[in-house]
């Protein structure tokens, strides 16, 4: 059974950090391409940040130079680390999983930047 399961949310204020982590089980995480994406209220969902099975890693234009993907092959886990968050980094996040043909959603965790 596949479970991505996000955690690290909360509410944090402008200017801080939060680190976020994608537990994953049930793929093969060495070869998954892993991906955070965003919801924010009343927006459609949207792309954040990938990393590829070879550590190349891409990020939307927004928070480029702030937000950080990493992943842990260890333990099947990705992270994303935000930094200097802003108030329109408020959204549900989620991770997925591509692996070959194969997709898989987490279910999210919100984060919230508010002073």
């Known amino acids: 059974q596949v479970q991505l399961v996000e955690s690290g949310g909360g509410l944090v204020q402008p200017g801080g950090s939060l680190r976020l982590s994608c537990a994953t089980s049930?793929?093969?995480?060495?070869?998954?391409?892993m991906s955070w994406y965003r919801r924010a209220p009343g927006k459609e969902r949207e792309w954040v940040a990938t990393?590829?099975?070879?550590?190349?890693?891409a990020y939307e234009d927004a928070v480029k130079g702030r937000f950080t993907i990493s992943r842990d092959i260890a333990y099947n886990t990705v992270y994303l680390q935000m930094n200097g968050v802003r108030p329109e980094d408020t959204a549900v996040y989620y991770c997925?999983?591509?692996?070959?043909?194969?997709?898989?959603w987490g279910q999210g965790t919100q984060v919230t930047v508010s002073s």
């Open positions: 049930g793929i093969n995480f060495r070869i998954a391409i």
């Open positions: 990393i590829t099975s070879q550590d190349t890693t």
């Open positions: 997925k999983a591509a692996v070959l043909r194969d997709e898989y």
